[in-house]
């Protein structure tokens, strides 16, 4: 398959997607897909097979990532098993950048996403959505046996990037960098580390100018940070023109923290007709892809009424972006 180019609508997918489950991506009329490999899939041959399945549906994978792999608290956290969990990482590029899949993924979240809890909310509709108090998440206890500063997360990010950096650039892969959800200074003794556009900045400095560093552009976490987090629209537009947004996650919640909720696209507090066309009109040429999608109740069409309920929204939604027209 050639690499596509241009904005498009993406769909995250897992390496145990049914061929039923790729022929819905398809009637969506979706091309591109990011995906998720599982534990026991992240060996050559099993990315391999999943790889031309895809392609047999017409379906571009163009970034990937294993949680395990780049959730690892060791390396995150400095702990014991960093070089091997770093040796990992990259033996998983290579197996990737000859699927022909050029961006990996990391997130310095050794705790995972954090929430409340899913349920029906104020703003959900009475889909099932995520739910974040931070309030309530600041009394967790410490995951890690101690509290971890954010100059020690810097150091455990230069220690990673040195060891990564030069694999990528042997191989041609870039690095999408996810933020922090929710972007607070510290949960359960550990400080983000990516929790503002200016944490991004640092990020990619640190790097040393190597294109490798690049964004995964999380709008939700952006907005769920409000004005801490930075001018979502003037990020855009920096970040695109430096070539450093590699993907994009699209998703409005209800308000920025302590409190918020994830909600249907039209739904939140942003106008994300605004934000698609900052990225239409700073020449973004990328995956976009619909993020945490508010779930159906089963009698309502589940999982798969949401999804296309949002791409179809999102579709409408990125057609009327680039043309400058308003829904």
């Known amino acids: 398959m050639t690499c596509q180019t241009g904005i498009r609508v993406q769909q995250l ?25 599982k534990d026991h899939h992240t060996d050559y041959d099993s990315v391999m097979r999943f790889v031309d399945r895809l392609h047999r549906f017409d379906l571009h994978p163009s970034d990937g990532g294993n949680r395990t792999i780049y959730k ?21 590029s290579r197996i990737l ?13 050794p705790n995972g996403v954090l929430q409340t809890r899913y349920g029906v909310g104020a703003h959900t509709r009475g889909a099932i959505g995520r739910i974040v108090d931070v309030d309530q998440l600041k009394t967790l206890p410490y995951s890690h046996g101690r509290s971890y500063s954010k100059e020690e997360m810097w150091q455990n990010y230069q220690y990673f990037i040195e060891r990564v950096i030069p694999v990528c650039e042997e191989l041609g892969m870039k690095i999408a960098i996810h933020p922090n959800d929710p972007p607070v200074p510290e949960l359960c003794g550990i400080s983000n580390l990516i929790i503002s556009s200016d944490d991004y900045r640092k990020a990619i400095a640190l790097a040393d100018g190597s294109p490798v560093i690049g964004i995964k552009m999380c709008i939700g976490c952006w907005l769920e940070g409000g004005t801490h987090f930075g001018d979502v629209l003037k990020d855009i537009d920096e970040f695109v023109k430096a070539g450093r947004v590699l993907s994009v996650h699209f998703r409005n919640v209800s308000s920025p923290v302590p409190k918020f909720e994830e909600t249907l696209i039209e739904d939140g507090y942003m106008d994300m007709y ?3 066309r900052q990225f239409v009109k700073s020449g973004y ?10 779930e159906y109740v089963a009698s309502c069409g589940g999982k798969n009424a949401s999804l296309a309920y949002s791409n179809g929204y999102l579709k409408a939604l990125l057609s009327c972006a680039l043309r400058g027209d308003r829904l």
Request: hydrophobic residues 45%; charged residues 20%.
């Open 13 to 37: 997918v897992t390496s145990d997607y049914t061929d039923e489950q790729l022929l819905f991506l398809k009637q969506m009329g979706i091309d591109d897909v990011c995906v998720l490999f």
């Open 72 to 92: 690892n608290p060791a390396i995150h956290l400095g702990l014991p098993g960093r070089d091997e969990g770093i040796d990992a990482y990259n033996a998983f």
């Open 97 to 109: 950048a000859k699927a022909g899949i050029l961006v990996n993924y990391m997130t310095w979240e």
């Open 274 to 276: 605004q934000v698609l």
């Open 285 to 294: 040429q990328g995956p976009v892809s619909v993020d945490h999608v508010p």
